[in-house]
RNA sequence: GGCGACGUAGCCAAGUGGAAAGGCAGCGGUCUGCAAAACCGCGAUCACGGGUUCAAAUCCCGUCGUCGCCUCCA
């Protein structure tokens, strides 16, 4: 069976077929760092770890270019506004490199937390300039940029396929927008390739132009075909930058060079908080981190995940704490089995067992297949869960075999393709559950606890229980003995 | 003004021509000394109005509403 993914260039779903049998080329338009990343970012890199994770899990190579952008995103138009790490930086008064340095590992500490799986190469244009000089001298050459005043701009009445991914007709852009009127440009939606640079400008290079910084499109289109080759694969991004932002990519290379860009376009959908639109300049925006001090960082994957990549995604309270009791479920089920492997009687894998986790699988993939649809993926993984708790619920015997397969397909499906972690939550000072001194305290609690119950002392029993509750562990007694766990 | 997406149970969310997945919350029940967890059971004229079809949540037209892009944003 193939994957189906939906492919923005054609606007519609198409079977995926990579360049090279077995391998799959992907880059992913990255940060632009000047700050914490927030939960746009999360949404959009947890959506493609998935995407990249799940290749993998169906046995493609993948080579995961996601850029750095630590120059040339201006803050305004496209090519009037200033630079904003450069801007950032001289408010915070530090280097421009030290900011991007700082934010940077924030931001891999971030993605860390999410369990997202590094990308192979996290190219930054500074380290590209002479690439990017490159492209802009053959788009001179072949007549589809010009140079004003130490500037070069992208002339897009010369490459008539412009808006071609965004289905925008220049004709069709000027009405009731704000317009910048910028002289040295012939048509006003050409965009920057190149920027001059004043004297005491804190990031410029020299260039055949003078002195300066490249635009913010073109490294993607640069960094990309160098480390992917062309055309490649599959471009990601996020919807909000289908325009100008992957038009302005696709023109400038393929204008360059006369062959496609890439071939599948993949682009995830936007994060609104409580309705509304998020956004920097609205204030809104929320970091990372500030969720992180609210939600374990895999309620926040979870979350992400139940919805589909190309579906809005808004974050409500209501939604999350949701999002939180039902990765529980998952992770409850899985400690179960965890539990009950300790003490497992050696037997073979049963045969119904073996079948009935075999159509799981298939589920799961049938579900991945059609364009990364992790909410039908993870119902499956739901379906699962119940069988399995009925079943070890039912005080039939269950071989080690048997639990060691229900085990590995959580860690294949829900762990490796889904990058989800069922470890139980760590609460406080209470560093592991897997903590020898605090397990073995635990252990001595619940003996006294169950010397009182067999006594039919209940207020002892229960003076215990709710001590500990008081304290944020949960006592559960069950056909196999008591067992505690953190709670949520 | 132009372009586009969406509106499915209290909430989140799949499904996009042929008996309405899943989760959270809620209500019964089983289990339990009582709980917790788990299991079983219970809930949808799919925004509204027309139309096409043997058949529509799914296609077409219209209305209302929400959101996004066209300016920085993932």
């Not at 050409?190 to 400008?201: I, M, N, S, V």
């Not at 599959?234 to 062959?259: D, V, Y």
């Not at 986790?357 to 739901?382: K, S």
């Not at 939550?425 to 169950?450: A, K, Q």
């Amino acid at each position: 069976m193939a994957i189906i993914v939906y492919n923005y260039l054609t606007r519609r779903k198409e079977e995926f077929k990579p360049i090279h049998e077995g391998y799959v080329g992907i880059y992913v338009c990255g940060p632009t760092i000047y700050d914490h990343a927030h939960i746009g970012h999360a949404k959009a890199y947890v959506s493609f770890d998935t995407i990249v994770r799940y290749l993998r899990f169906r046995g493609y190579q993948v080579r995961y270019v996601q850029n750095i952008t630590d120059v040339g995103h201006l803050t305004d138009d496209a090519d009037e506004g200033e630079d904003k790490i450069v801007k950032r930086a001289q408010k915070d008064r530090v280097e421009p490199m030290e900011l991007v340095e700082t934010y940077m590992r924030s931001y891999f500490e971030d993605m860390d937390a999410l369990n997202v799986v590094r990308p192979n190469i996290s190219p930054r244009p500074s380290c590209h300039i002479t690439e990017q000089i490159g492209l802009i001298e053959l788009l001179l050459e072949r007549g589809h940029a010009y140079e004003v005043n130490g500037s070069v701009y992208f002339d897009v009445s010369s490459w008539p396929e412009y808006g071609k991914l965004s289905g925008r007709r220049l004709e069709e852009q000027e009405e009731g927008v704000r317009v910048a009127i910028n002289p040295e440009k012939k048509h006003p939606a050409d965009f920057a390739l190149w920027k001059r640079a004043e004297r005491g400008h804190l990031l410029r290079w020299p260039s055949p132009w003078g002195w300066g910084y490249p635009g913010w499109h073109i490294e993607c289109s640069v960094m990309a075909t160098k480390y992917l080759g062309q055309p490649f694969d599959i471009h990601g991004g996020g919807l909000e930058n289908i325009f100008p932002h992957n038009e302005c990519e696709i023109a400038q290379i393929e204008a360059a060079t006369g062959k496609p860009f890439c071939n599948y376009w993949l682009l995830n959908n936007m994060v609104t908080v409580n309705g509304v639109k998020m956004g920097k300049s609205l204030g809104n925006a929320i970091p990372i981190k500030e969720m992180l001090t609210r939600y374990r960082p895999m309620t926040l994957r979870f979350f992400i995940l139940s919805s589909h990549y190309r579906s809005p995604t808004d974050f409500s309270e209501a939604a999350l704490d949701a999002a939180d009791r039902g990765l529980e479920r998952l992770t409850s089920a899985v400690s179960l089995v965890r539990a009950r492997l300790q003490t497992a009687p050696d037997g073979d894998l049963d045969a119904e067992w073996a079948a009935r986790l075999e159509d799981y699988r298939a589920r799961f993939v049938e579900a991945m297949d059609d364009d990364f649809n992790t909410p039908r993926a993870i119902a499956a993984l739901f379906d699962l869960s119940r069988e399995v708790n009925a079943l070890l619920n039912s005080g039939q015997p269950v071989s080690r075999a048997t639990l060691e397969a229900i085990h590995d397909l959580y860690q294949s499906l829900g762990g490796q393709a889904l990058g989800l972690i069922f470890d139980e939550p760590v609460r406080g000072d209470l560093v592991s559950s897997r903590d020898t001194l605090v397990d073995g305290l635990m252990r001595i609690l619940i003996d006294l606890r169950h010397q009182a119950r067999q006594a039919r002392d209940w207020a002892a029993a229960d003076a215990i229980r709710d001590r500990l509750a008081e304290l944020g562990i949960v006592l559960e007694d069950g056909p196999e003995g008591t067992r505690w766990r953190p709670s949520r």
